[in-house]
């Protein structure tokens, strides 16, 4: 499939990594054309790279992988014609430190920011996933022991169906997919932010993830 | 010890069945002295009932199972004098339903409940537990399988190994005690309730809790 990553830090990088290893065409999308990082990125992997709107209009499906607080502004930059009809995967987390640390998670108005994204991009086919555990885990979950989780989200059943088959190829086992129906979700998902960060602060690693075992 | 259980809701009565059952002197609170749940409770555990104030001002160890939005003043008619100086375990969540469902995390300015709680009553040793979870699975870990977990937090390092003891006498294992610092937080584990509510939409059963496997 031809995805594009929208978003250069660690994360887009990972996903970006694994996505062109288990076969995809991939596209990394920055701000700028002549983005450092993606450069080289691209160079290392044999891969392309582009503004967001060039990475975004090439590709079937879309990864947003920026910073939470910037992910509209990137997407509008992506332009919703190039977003339209195509499955867009927003990994992303509206974490606030503009208070400090602990930051807050930027819900206004209790909406997600995967329920905004969607409200602002009505033709794009919004999955929320693997926004509760850090990237090395996304992409090898094989690396925590244990029946610990990935949630998916979203309106769109067929979206989600695609996800779920990029994260099987990511490793996750099908009983560990936990679909949690429609996109408001998002907004349970993004709110365990401040439990992770504050485990990752107890624990002093980020290879751990959330189990939820029922009787 | 004497403790006194604030709430006569169900979480109240089953924390205050289990620590009749672990041989604790218990008092139930409730809003008034004649409270007809309250009574029935108290003539069916052979142990006492009486107002906020009353189950207090005789208690060595103070549990708030009161609901999150009411929580303060029902703080309030107990009185800071009884509870001054008393480990003060806060098992509620401040889910504010009146935008419909599902509810939103009441945290003004972005303080857990159990920091209100502190701040409001200074005096009282304020440990959160035990919210991230269904009452039956409170005082019954081994309904549900795997090595889920309860969260602990606090400002007092004493107060906190008194409710550990308490967890334990429950049927907690140690390392399954996961102590996260101080009472800050609380805001991460007030916020995972939007996740439970979602899990049990899905699960369909409220018999499960979380885990946090890690390399």
Redesign the interface.
Known sequence: MRIAVLGTGEVGRRLASKLVSVGHEVTLGSRSADHTGAKEWAAEHHSAHGTFAAAAAGAELVVNATGGLVSLAALEAAGAENLDGKVLVDVSNPLDFS?GV?P??AQPE?ASLAEQIQRAFPGARVVKTLNTMTNTVMVEPS??????VVFVCGDDAEAKEVVGGLLKSFGWPDERI????DL??A???E??L??W???F???G?M?????????
Chains 1, 2 share one sequence.
């Open positions: 208070q602990p807050t998670v209790g690396r925590v022991p244990g029946d610990h936990l679909d949690l129906g408001t979700g907004r349970a998902t709110l365990v401040p439990l960060l504050r485990l602060g107890t624990f690693t290879d751990f993830n959330f189990a939820v075992p029922r009787a």
